[in-house]
């Protein structure tokens, strides 16, 4: 493949989004970048562009700080969907699994399996798979995810690693399965948390530091205190972020009162797991007293606004979201999956409008929110603030060029707000990480995207073979 990286670099003619402490907007400017760093910011008038850099022109487009998914499963991208589960777990077939509220035992049988049927199983499939989610991702401006688990994590980390994107890889963990009032140990604990100390020692700061490991607690109902205790002190001793899906559903907190005698985030703060390293995905089921206990601690927590709606979870109608923003919870917004949430581009749509409709006015997660929650909040979660989420100079030099010249974008006013609220992924013409250009002019350029397609619709015509239902079924 073609690869773009450039000792030195040059953007020029952009509206220059910064993101820096006093939210500077430069309408005319220009950002230098070497070394894969940012050098300068400013002015077109105030940079003088090094005669050896490479200029890329961005036309009067939006240059912003590269995107931050911060809930991605990329090893799920390809999937039977309609068949998942179909055969082995009958129940967990859509609309059961999440239809009603939860139906919590087969969500805590599916959560200890080490793959999803109806996804990607073998490392090679994985590959593939969160491959064509990387490809996906930088189409929409991202430059940066947090994978949420499943499948080969070895196999997700290479395909970040050839894609040129920066991304936390992580292991999915969980060892208890529930059924009706019984509750029994499905993977042993020191295993789990052997297999994510080892991929830590793997990845954790590898590819010129573009690829970071974290742990994944899947669904904390489906983890025991010893699995709980033990993730904390991994965390705590390499200053690794953890994951977990977590006070997601409407049937969750009386299922987990039921085997463990609190909810799953009385059990986390319990288990001294509230702290900035914390992210918490989904979550709009939590109570007042959770969400003083979150700002207090640091907590984050990720909004995944089509998949709410898409998988009916139920929880826009509480308003938590904009609560939770009022309260001065840390917020970040993710895609859940790409075949699910299309793109972060429609996720910040989405996130912008859906809770306005319950309060019936504009005040809900605003764009400039909910753009922050995409690029600060985003690098906050992923313990990445240092050096992304905001173009200033001696941060890496993640970026994203978005073409305005749209009828949408006119009269040319709040172009930032516009992008927020009517933008579209297909709006990105460049993206750039660490200095090395990814996508220019919408061309991929570290992925042959002919030959992933053919891969991709080889692996998708197997899981379509092995999740078909026996016959009479």
């Given at each position: 493949m073609?690869?773009?990286?450039p000792a ?22 220009t950002?230098?970048?070497a070394?894969g760093r940012?050098?300068?910011v400013?002015p077109?008038?105030d940079?003088a562009?090094?005669g050896?850099?490479t200029?890329?022109d961005?036309?009067?487009g939006?240059?912003i ?5 911060a ?7 390809l999937?039977?969907f309609?068949r998942?589960?179909a055969?082995?777990?009958p129940?967990?077939?859509?609309p059961?699994?999440?239809?009603g509220?939860?139906d919590?035992d087969?969500?805590?049988a599916?959560?200890?399996?080490t793959?999803?049927?109806?996804f990607a199983t073998?490392p ?6 969160a491959l064509a989610?990387c490809?996906e991702?930088i ?11 499943g499948?080969?994590?070895d ?5 970040v690693?050839?894609s040129g994107?920066?991304a ?6 969980a060892?208890?399965v529930t059924?009706g009032d ?7 604990v020191?295993?789990l948390?052997?297999a994510?100390d080892d991929?830590?020692d793997?990845w954790h700061?590898?590819v ?8 994944n ?5 489906a983890?025991s205190?010893?699995?709980?205790d033990?993730?904390e002190?991994?965390s705590?001793?390499h200053?690794?972020q ?6 997601a559903l409407?049937?969750?907190?009386e299922?987990s009162r039921?085997?463990?005698g609190r909810t799953?985030?009385e059990?986390?703060?319990?288990a ?11 979550c709009g089921y939590?109570?007042a007293?959770?969400v003083?206990a979150?700002?207090?601690?640091g907590?984050?927590?990720?909004h995944c606004?089509?998949?709410t709606?898409?998988l ?11 609560a939770m923003?009022?309260a001065?919870?840390s917020?970040a917004i993710?895609?859940?999956?790409t ?5 972060l581009?429609r996720q ?6 859906i809770h306005?409709?319950r309060?019936m006015?504009?005040?809900p ?9 995409a ?7 992923c313990?990445?603030?240092d050096e ?6 001696g941060?890496?030099?993640d970026?994203?060029?978005?073409d ?5 974008y ?7 707000r516009?992008f ?11 993206v750039i ?7 220019r002019?919408r061309?991929l350029?570290?992925i042959d ?11 998708v015509e197997e899981l379509?073979?092995s999740?078909r ?5």
């Amino acid at each position: 493949m073609l690869v773009n990286t450039p000792a030195e670099l040059a953007v020029r003619n952009g509206y220059i989004v910064t993101m820096d402490a006093d939210r500077a907007v430069i309408p005319d400017g220009t950002v230098l970048v070497a070394g894969g760093r940012i050098t300068e910011v400013g002015p077109a008038a105030d940079v003088a562009v090094p005669g050896p850099a490479t200029v890329i022109d961005a036309d009067g487009g939006l240059v912003i700080p590269g995107l931050v998914d911060a809930h991605q499963h990329a090893g799920m991208f390809l999937s039977a969907f309609d068949r998942i589960g179909a055969g082995r777990y009958p129940t967990v077939a859509p609309p059961g699994l999440l239809h009603g509220g939860g139906d919590m035992d087969a969500i805590s049988a599916v959560s200890c399996l080490t793959n999803f049927p109806g996804f990607a199983t073998s490392p090679e499939a994985t590959e593939v798979a969160a491959l064509a989610a990387c490809a996906e991702e930088i189409r929409s401006g991202v430059t940066c995810f947090s994978e949420g688990g499943g499948g080969s994590a070895d196999a997700i980390a290479r395909a970040v690693e050839s894609s040129g994107l920066r991304a936390v890889v992580t292991s999915m963990a969980a060892d208890l399965v529930t059924d009706g009032d019984e509750i029994r140990r499905a993977n042993d604990v020191d295993e789990l948390l052997a297999a994510q100390d080892d991929l830590i020692d793997r990845w954790h700061g590898s590819v010129d530091g573009r690829v970071r490991a974290g742990l994944n607690l899947f669904f904390v109902g489906a983890c025991s205190d010893e699995l709980l205790d033990g993730t904390e002190a991994l965390s705590s001793a390499h200053d690794v972020q953890i994951s977990t899906h977590v006070a997601a559903l409407a049937n969750e907190a009386e299922w987990s009162r039921r085997h463990h005698g609190r909810t799953g985030l009385e059990r986390l703060a319990d288990a001294g797991l509230f702290s900035s390293r914390l992210g918490c995905i989904h979550c709009g089921y939590p109570t007042a007293h959770d969400v003083q206990a979150m700002v207090g601690a640091g907590v984050h927590v990720v909004h995944c606004p089509t998949s709410t709606t898409v998988l009916p979870s139920g929880y826009v109608d509480r308003g938590m979201f904009p609560a939770m923003e009022r309260a001065g919870v840390s917020l970040a917004i993710g895609n859940d999956t790409t075949w699910l949430g299309g793109s972060l581009v429609r996720q910040l749509n989405d996130a912008s409008s859906i809770h306005k409709d319950r309060t019936m006015t504009n005040d809900p997660l605003d764009a400039s929110t909910v753009f922050e929650m995409a690029t600060l909040g985003g690098a906050r979660f992923c313990g990445w603030a240092d050096e992304i989420g905001s173009l200033e100079v001696g941060k890496a030099a993640d970026l994203a060029i978005v073409d305005r010249s749209g009828f949408r974008y006119q009269p040319g006013r709040e172009p930032v707000r516009r992008f927020v609220e009517v933008g579209e992924a297909s709006d990105v013409t460049t993206v750039i990480v660490a200095g090395r250009v990814l996508m220019r002019d919408r061309q991929l350029l570290t992925i042959d995207v002919d030959d992933l397609m053919g891969r991709a619709e080889a692996v998708v015509e197997e899981l379509e073979r092995s999740s078909r239902p026996p016959s009479g079924r």
